[in-house]
């Protein structure tokens, strides 16, 4: 086991020394911090490999320093120590964006083994600049947008657990890529197959025997029995992609599945235990859809115990060349391309169209562009004149302030105040714990302005 600087963060001494012990005895160099402001100004000076951080804390709680740390851009790891147990506080815990949670109390194992999986994570993320990622490998891609960085780090952590799971996003966001990711990852890509479905493709007779299977005779046509999805699956996992255009009719016995965990042919009268984790994709709004009474709302809630949302590409377009790069790579080979590259003004071309197909039409204006190149050179006149109309959109905000030399020193203080204040969402007192003032300041200069 590597060597590593560990900030660790807790209030209780006792669970302190506890902790440090077993981190120095693994040969780790230990630093702590009894409160979250603490950690944040020893951070400012020294750097870490890992950060532990207790959730309640005073003055400032582990899901404040979570969120202060990320808005200072320190992207060192963080493992939240705590004291919860069911699968929705695992969900609450990730939403904060935490690499991963421990339950109080927890083992030397357990804490060690946490530290090994957050190294190489944040190990494989450093990769970025390379460009070296895979679609399909198990290591996945490793993004540059902060929105897709964090819903790797859920990915990770959901596939630990059996737990269904709805990925709601836009169409072409990816989500039958990440449903495959969940199960890749998990215990299940070892015990049983990858299914997928997708409900808006088939008529509602066609789904339900896809999904349930048949026994001979069930049906005119039926001359034999058919194994469903479901039986196919057992041990393993199925995507049932745009749930949301599952009928009325199929829901309720979906439900039933779920609920049962046992499954029943359509025209038999034998039911079979099952044991698989069903992940939904739709790109609805199906809380909508159950108040408009299309969708069942208990469906609903055993569907979603753990939500994630795919963010669109126009959103995460820091990503666009790791992407552009990688799908080329595929089409190079389908189309026995190889060295494949991009003309100069390309990119930035891309870069400029919105892309409201999302990852898909990004694919499709690719694959166009590698048929139609030569010299294996993908140029200007081999993207789709709506692409060329384009003019070129500005570079998004970095998030640094410029300002000129002999700028007034008030003005600089209230710009800074201003921009936090913007970053932390009008949080007064996480603004004044980043700026190192008192939040008294801030109501203060807030009243003049």
Known sequence: ?????????????????????????????????????????????????????????????????????????????????????????????????????????????????????????????????????????????????????????????????????????????????????????????????????????????????????????????????????????DGGTLLLDEIGDMPLSLQSRLLRVLQEGEVRRVGGTVSKKIDVRVIAATHRDLKEEALKGTFRQDLLFRLEVIQLKLPSLRSRKEDLELLVNEILDVFAKKHEKPGLRLAQGVIDRLRAYPWPGNIRELSNVLERATVFCSDGQIRLEDLPDHLLRLELAPSPESGVLEVRVGTPLKDIEDLMIRKTLEATQGDKNLTARLLGINSRTIYRKLEKS
């Not at 357990?110 to 190294?119: P, R, T, V, W």
């Not at 964090?150 to 059996?162: E, F, G, H, M, N």
């Not at 989500?175 to 493709?201: D, P, Y």
Request: hydrophobic residues 45%; charged residues 25%.
């Open 1 to 233: 086991m590597n060597s590593r600087k560990i900030l660790v963060i807790e209030d209780d001494p006792q669970g302190l020394a506890s902790v440090c012990k077993i981190l120095q005895h693994a040969g780790h160099v230990v630093s702590t911090a009894s409160n979250g402001r603490i950690a944040l100004d020893l951070i400012r000076s020294e750097s870490f490999d890992l950060i532990l951080s207790d959730v309640r804390m005073p003055e400032m709680t582990g899901l404040e320093f979570v969120k202060a740390l990320a808005l200072i851009a320190d992207q060192t790891p963080v493992i939240l120590m705590t004291a919860f147990g069911k699968v929705e506080d695992a969900v609450w815990a990730m939403k904060q964006g935490v690499v991963d949670f421990l339950t109080k109390p927890f083992k030397r194992t357990e804490l060690l083994d946490s530290i090994e999986m957050a190294a190489k994570r944040s190990n494989r993320a450093t990769h970025h600049s390379t460009g070296a990622t895979s679609l399909g490998s198990n290591d996945g891609p490793r993004w540059l947008s902060a929105v897709m960085q964090d819903l790797d780090l859920k990915i990770a952590t959901v596939a630990r657990t059996s737990a269904s799971v709805l990925l709601m996003g836009e169409s072409g966001s990816g989500k039958e890529r990440v449903a495959r990711r969940i199960h890749e990852l998990s215990s299940r890509s070892k015990t049983g197959k990858w299914v997928a479905l997708n409900c808006a493709a088939l008529p509602e007779n066609l789904i339900e025997s896809e999904l349930f299977g048949y026994e001979k005779g069930a049906f005119t046509g039926a001359t034999q029995s058919k194994v469903g999805l479901f039986e196919l699956a």
